[in-house]
């Protein structure tokens, strides 16, 4: 456990005014929402982790408009409850809720199972995840019940994932080393992102070529890729980012959640439905308006991809050791 002396917390002490009367309601809330514990009437709490301190400086911002008196503050120790106690109330306080969705989960299995009987059922396992994500965010002292809650819904996207796609041959990544990679001129999601797997996990020192429509590339050894004909191109459902992947043996659960998101931005299809989407494609076109030149392109869409990657990775490890 961490001593008092290493833990930080930080608390926010409001007085709400009588009026407006929604007001109350409106930022018990947003409270909940960022996983705030109450540990006296008035006066809520938050272990000081990334984010969470401008989760309080925004909800303190909306009470000073609406005219409360709100402070917040960071402090060692919380008066009258230990480091152990203060974080079991964490855990309690947020159970209800990943009870409540591994009993939604639940019956969406029952929901699913159904489907090898007749139609498949309208079960909309994306939300569930989203809302697992959500819970996940703010569990900050790994409540008991997070586990059963994640594996439900776990079950949930097995069940209702599509049939796997037919094997691509592998191959040797040793056969990628030293390459030159061509595609297309005024490269994009999926082309940036392949670039990307290319000098992360395949070749550093890779060299690339763009090149305009319908042109060669200058000798038999060059790798092309995202171009008509290309050694990894699009294959079936599967953009080029995947079909590499999947031919490199890059399974990791990093890769594969870029290759999601990469997927539904390139080909429209809302296959994976992820929640970062949205936002990663507004980054990737921020990085094409500010850099028209491909060479640019990349590095800023590999610094992009590089933190996206980490993230990834950091939040499905984070779910496993649920």
């Given at each position: 456990?961490?001593s ?10 409001h ?6 009367a929604?007001?109350?309601a409106?930022?018990?809330?947003q409270?909940a929402r ?14 000081r982790?990334?984010?969470t301190l ?7 911002r909306?009470?000073?408009?609406a ?10 120790v919380?008066d009258?409850l230990t480091d152990?106690?203060l ?12 009870d ?13 199972r ?8 309208a079960v ?10 959500e ?9 008991p019940?997070a586990r ?6 776990a ?11 037919l094997?691509l ?24 992102a392949?670039?990307w797997?290319v000098?992360?996990?395949l ?13 060669a ?9 995202d171009?008509f ?6 294959e079936?459902?599967r953009?080029?980012?995947?079909v590499l992947?999947a031919r490199?043996?890059?399974?990791g659960?990093?890769v ?6 990469i ?22 076109n ?5 850099h028209?030149?491909d060479d640019?392109?990349l590095?800023?869409g590999c610094t992009?991809?590089d933190?996206l ?14």
């Amino acid at each position: 456990m961490t001593s008092p002396t290493t833990t930080r917390w930080l608390l926010l002490i409001h007085q709400i005014p009588k009026s407006p009367a929604y007001l109350r309601a409106k930022v018990g809330k947003q409270l909940a929402r960022v996983g705030a514990v109450a540990v006296k009437n008035s006066v809520y709490v938050l272990p000081r982790a990334s984010g969470t301190l401008e989760d309080f400086q925004w909800i303190a911002r909306e009470l000073h408009s609406a005219g409360a008196e709100v402070t917040v503050f960071e402090a060692a120790v919380v008066d009258g409850l230990t480091d152990a106690e203060l974080e079991e109330r964490f855990r309690v306080a947020i159970a209800p809720e990943f009870d409540a969705l591994r009993e939604e989960a639940e019956a969406a299995l029952k929901a699913l199972r159904k489907k090898r009987r007749g139609p498949e059922p309208a079960v909309d396992v994306p939300r569930l995840r989203k809302r697992l994500d959500e819970l996940t965010a703010i569990d900050f002292f790994a409540a008991p019940a997070a586990r059963e809650a994640a594996a439900r819904v776990a079950e949930c996207e097995r069940l209702a994932a599509p049939e796997s796609p037919l094997a691509l041959p592998a191959v040797d990544r040793a056969t990628l080393v030293g390459r030159t990679w061509a595609t297309r001129k005024g490269i994009h999601v999926d082309r940036i992102a392949t670039a990307w797997l290319v000098r992360r996990f395949l070749d550093a020192d890779a060299k690339f070529l763009w090149l305009s429509k319908d042109e060669a590339p200058p000798g038999p050894d060059v790798l092309r890729f995202d171009t008509f004909g290309g050694e990894f191109t699009h294959e079936g459902d599967r953009c080029s980012f995947e079909v590499l992947a999947a031919r490199a043996g890059l399974d990791g659960a990093g890769v594969r959640a870029v290759g999601e998101i990469i997927h539904d931005l390139d080909l429209k299809d809302a296959k994976f439905n992820r929640p970062e989407t949205a936002g990663v494609g507004a980054l990737l076109n921020g990085v094409c308006w500010s850099h028209p030149g491909d060479d640019d392109r990349l590095r800023a869409g590999c610094t992009l991809l590089d933190a996206l990657h980490e993230s990834l990775t950091r939040q499905k490890e984070r779910m496993t050791a649920v």
